[in-house]
């Protein structure tokens, strides 16, 4: 460190305000402008200049200052800039996830709209079918009975059974021919998940 280096520096440790308004008014331009060629904003940059002279000035008793006090000081800065760009880049990190969560909250919050529109209209419909073809049809569908079993518990033939479930889906079809899209929509995004 230079000599008049080293007397401004101790005067400023020894708490001279005189030798550090000296010290800011030499370096406070030049620095602004440093910190601006990291940051690009004018009024982040002088922020972090000016936090840069108030660190010196509170520690400046337990400060140990081996080059210059400019070195310092442009050190400080760039070090504070870099830790800026790097909480900026976090922000942004955790905006796009938020924003991607959202998405996705959204998107479910839709689909969970569709899905329960969907499940009114196949229970209206369902109620839509003759008895005997509404029973057959929640017995397949619903509690996942074969066509024999179905049979055996309702003492019909299979093909009787097998007549009732084609009848039952044709007129399903028709009654829901609207919202066919909606359900293939909701399938493919299902399997996309």
């Given amino acids: 460190m230079q000599a008049t280096d080293q007397e401004v520096f101790s005067a400023i440790q020894s708490g001279e305000i005189p030798a550090f308004e000296m010290l800011f008014k030499t370096f406070y331009q030049p620095l602004c402008r440093y910190a601006t060629s990291f940051l690009k904003d004018p009024d ?5 200049v000016q936090a ?3 660190g ?18 442009y050190r400080a800065v760039r070090n504070s800039c870099l830790n800026e760009l790097k909480h900026e880049q976090v ?22 709209a569709i899905h329960v529109e969907l ?5 209206a419909a369902i109620q839509k079918l003759p008895e005997q073809c509404r029973l057959i049809f929640t017995m ?7 066509y024999q079993e179905i049979a055996d518990q309702l003492n019909l033939s299979v093909k009787t059974v097998e007549n009732q479930m ?6 399903m079809r028709v009654q829901l021919k609207e919202y066919l899209a909606l359900l293939a929509i909701l399938m493919s995004n299902l399997l996309d998940s």
């Fill in 44 to 48: 982040d940059a002088e922020e972090i």
């Fill in 56 to 73: 010196f000035w509170e520690k400046r008793e337990a400060i140990s200052i081996d080059t210059s006090v400019k070195s310092y000081l």
């Fill in 52 to 54: 840069a002279f108030i």
């Fill in 119 to 123: 499940e009114d209209k196949i229970k």
């Fill in 166 to 171: 084609g009848k039952a889906l044709k007129i």
């Fill in 140 to 146: 397949s569908r619903f509690e996942e009975l074969k």
């Fill in 91 to 112: 922000k942004q990190r955790y905006i796009a996830g938020e924003t991607v969560m959202g998405e996705k909250v959204s998107e479910s919050a839709d689909h969970l």
